[in-house]
């Protein structure tokens, strides 16, 4: 079995991979107070909940946008899976061509995501990533990470307004009937998954133009994004796991480093 880590700022994507099956998945809090043994402790009990042998493990793969929680991953993965896991970065095979002025800059979860899309969907296409920040990547019809856009992510917007302001609640993030608000709570909601819903679209359909390749489709991913697409009018696909899946083709890539 793989296990793979798609480690947000926020949180983190932890996935089991038998074969090219997804067998199972978990959604945990980023904390980089967290030390290896914790980490360890946390891991063998959701391998225990759910009856999955942790010795079956056979390599871990992991992508980061976090760099100082990986010290603490990395011992865990040698002190209670015995392996030295495999870290999506530079020198990595990834398959595919990084345009970027310096490809050193693409976040990991960028990379992965494109891997992904690509492999299942073909291109030209639209990933919009919808984490702590939202980003945006373009691949074109000939597999090449293109770049993209990133802007603030809608918890970051959430909190700021609750923090930066006197008055203003926090507020569930649903969507209202209407964008006309009649209470300042569905107000908020109106402004904020509206607003981003607006963003999104209108990002995208700026990348389209420029892009130029005929039919050009979006996928969108992370934790909201089905909320999100909900109220969107460009978003074609909502693939939850899409990393989780671009971590397992990235470590296939690169297969002969467990072997060594």
């Not at 067998?23 to 967290?34: C, G, L």
């Not at 999506?88 to 800059?105: A, W």
């Not at 976040?107 to 891997?115: F, K, L, Q, T």
């Not at 796991?241 to 397992?248: A, I, Y």
């Amino acid at each position: 079995m793989l296990l793979a880590f798609d480690i947000g700022n926020t949180n983190m994507v932890i996935g089991v991979f038998k074969g090219r099956d997804l067998v199972i998945s978990w959604r945990i809090a980023t904390d980089r107070q967290k030390t290896a043994d914790e980490y360890g402790i946390l891991m063998q009990n959701l391998f225990y909940f759910h009856k999955i042998d942790h010795r079956e493990v056979k390599d871990i793969i992991m992508s980061s946008v976090v760099p100082p929680i990986m010290g603490s991953l990395e011992e865990m993965a040698k002190k209670y899976f015995n392996k030295k896991p495999l870290v999506v970065g530079p020198g990595i095979k990834t398959g595919m061509p990084i345009m970027y002025e310096n490809p050193r800059e693409v976040g990991a979860d960028r990379i992965v995501n494109a891997v992904a899309g690509y492999e299942k969907y073909g291109g030209p296409l639209i990933i919009v990533d919808f984490g702590t920040a939202t980003t945006f990547c373009c691949v074109s019809a000939k597999g090449e990470y293109l770049g993209g856009a990133i802007a603030p992510g809608v918890n970051i917007a959430t909190e700021a307004l609750f923090q930066k302001t006197a008055k203003l609640p926090k507020v569930e993030l649903v969507a209202p009937k209407k964008v006309i608000a009649k209470n300042t709570v569905n107000a908020i909601q109106s402004g904020i998954m509206f607003g981003y819903s607006s963003l999104v679209d209108g990002i995208v359909k700026r990348m389209k133009q420029e892009l130029g390749e005929g039919i050009i489709k979006v996928i969108a991913t992370g934790g909201i994004a089905n909320l999100i697409a909900d109220n969107t009018e460009t978003i074609d696909v909502v693939d939850d796991l899409l990393t989780l899946e671009g971590l397992r083709i990235i470590y296939e890539r690169n297969r002969s480093y467990g072997e060594r």
